[in-house]
């Protein structure tokens, strides 16, 4: 049984607040919200729509930036980081997985998992293509390598983007609504898909509606009217109490 106390955090999150102006008036979306994410830990965030869940995502990856408070992922204080250094750290750092998939329709299946790599500089070119190739067999891809995005299934797209999502060998990943968009067969195939990266010593935070999938997760953080209402392990005993 794992030490939770003995686990670097991966993912700090500290009184972040994030308000938004609106009009003449001013809407706070998050109101303090901390909580921790241990590596190797997969984290579900749940919660009603507008209550700030892909904004705190968003934050995480660096892509947007708290009112007040701390981000720190990977070390790293994302909110103080310039946006040259944020580029190049989640290159390196975090996979993001979107709910429609934001593959490139002109390059190929192949070449949408090659890109991350091309962009971050990171291994030889042969190694990159290798790599993009046994990445798109582990998710069942590799026979619709050289097909366009629009040739192939919904339900293959978010595959081939979980490759992309996993080219630069992250140790964090980002699902927001990763399933939104599929059907109750290839969301349990996605949903397996996420549960064997982990396995492997991956981290993924994980943004759903989905009942079923979100009760599947070992632990449940859920956000309510701008707070964490909910914060529960429900299949790893083992990190409960820090």
């Given at each position: 049984m794992t030490d939770?106390?003995?686990v670097t955090p991966i993912v700090e999150i500290r009184d972040v607040v994030k308000s938004f102006p609106v009009g003449g008036a001013t809407i706070t979306i998050l109101k303090g919200v901390s909580f921790k994410v241990r590596a190797g830990e997969f984290v579900s965030i749940v919660g009603p729509s507008g209550n700030g869940k892909s904004t705190l995502l968003n934050m995480i990856t660096g892509i947007d930036r708290p009112t007040s408070?701390?981000?720190?992922?990977?070390?790293?204080?994302?909110?103080?980081?310039?946006?040259?250094?944020?580029?190049?750290?989640?290159?390196?750092?975090?996979?993001?997985?979107?709910?429609?998939?934001?593959m490139l329709p002109a390059l190929s299946i192949l070449q949408n998992v090659i890109l991350p790599m091309d962009l971050a500089s990171k291994y030889s070119p042969q190694e990159r293509r290798e790599r993009a190739l046994h990445l798109l067999e582990i998710v069942g891809m590799a026979d619709q390598a050289h097909k366009l995005p629009a040739m192939v299934s919904g339900g293959q797209q978010?595959?081939?983007a979980i490759a992309r999502a996993l080219a630069n060998d992250p140790p964090l990943l980002i699902g927001d609504e990763p399933t939104g968009n599929l059907d109750s067969r290839n969301s349990q195939d996605v949903f397996d898909l996420f549960e064997n990266v982990v396995s492997q010593?991956?981290?993924?935070?994980?943004?759903?509606?989905?009942?079923?999938?979100?009760?599947?997760?070992?632990?449940?953080?859920?956000?309510?009217?701008?707070?964490?209402?909910?914060?529960?392990?429900?299949?790893?005993?083992?990190?409960?109490?820090?």
């Open positions: 939770a106390k003995n408070g701390e981000i720190i992922v990977t070390g790293k204080q994302v909110h103080k980081m310039s946006e040259d250094s944020l580029a190049a750290w989640r290159g390196e750092n975090v996979g993001i997985i979107f709910q429609f998939f934001q978010q595959r081939a010593g991956k981290t993924m935070l994980m943004v759903t509606h989905d009942k079923e999938l979100a009760r599947r997760v070992p632990r449940v953080v859920e956000i309510l009217d701008g707070k964490i209402t909910r914060d529960e392990y429900v299949g790893r005993p083992g990190w409960a109490g820090y």
